[in-house]
């Protein structure tokens, strides 16, 4: 069987071909050429069916395999992409995604930076999952076989960590529901592992979207997530009154608690 050295081969291409963006932020399908783009998507198709482990709902060991802290490198996602592109001269530093597989929580933490470091912040996304059930479709019309994971996204924090030379632990912060495109339509947000090892995670959205991630365990000089919060701390309760956040198009909170479907 050919089949783990192939991987390896198509993993050491797919990692080559991703290219590094300043600050340490994931390339897009903005920032990234065409070419690359066919030449990543077809990379990713042939490495899919060789993955190691077993679908989620099959397997323990890929379960315990999906948690730890991952660091994404490229996503043609619209939640990513729309914050590649900051106004005023800011910019977005790496993004994070650290899994706790045994309470069922994850963030997004996404680390933002301005160009002449006058400014730097955070946004925690905070979420919880599950297993979806065998069957469902999502609405990229793909029946789960098992991969996937259905999401409730809980809160959206964003706080200032420093502003020029003094550091504000966090003190100034905003928190915000949120409520993107899934949200808006009452459909639950789910994320397909198409293949997944010790050190590499690709992903799909519902929508299609594509998600490739590496273990950011800090080797090789790369840097770690944020420790993750506890999901019902006291401090991030959300009040009624918060307004609502949509990754998909705003930079900062701007929509209504009217704006939630029921």
Known sequence: DDSPSLSVS?????LGLIPERPFGAPATNLTTTATIIQHIE????????????????NSTAALES??????????????????????LGFRLGPVF???????????NQ?????????????????????????GETNRAGIVNLGARANVK??????????FLIFPTWGKIRKTAIPNGPSEQKGIIPSIDITYLDDDLRISRGG???????????????????MPMLECDASDFVVPDSAPTYDASVDILPSGSPQDIKK
């Open 42 to 57: 077809e990379t990713v198709a042939a490495l899919e069916p060789l993955s190691p482990f077993p679908t989620l709902t």
């Open 10 to 14: 198509l993993k050491e291409e797919l």
């Open 207 to 225: 929508d299609g979207s594509l998600f490739i991630l590496v273990r950011a365990d800090g080797k090789d000089g790369r840097k770690k997530p």
């Open 66 to 87: 999906l948690g730890g802290d991952w660091q994404l490198l490229y996503s043609d996602a619209s939640e990513i992409t729309r914050i590649t592109k900051l106004p």
């Open 97 to 107: 995604q650290p899994i706790n597989v045994e309470k069922k929580l994850f963030e």
């Open 110 to 134: 996404a680390l933002i930076k301005h160009r002449f470091f006058l400014v730097s912040g955070h946004t925690r996304v905070m979420a919880n999952f599950w297993l979806a059930p065998i």
């Open 153 to 162: 996204f809980q809160r959206v924090i964003f706080s200032l960590r420093r």
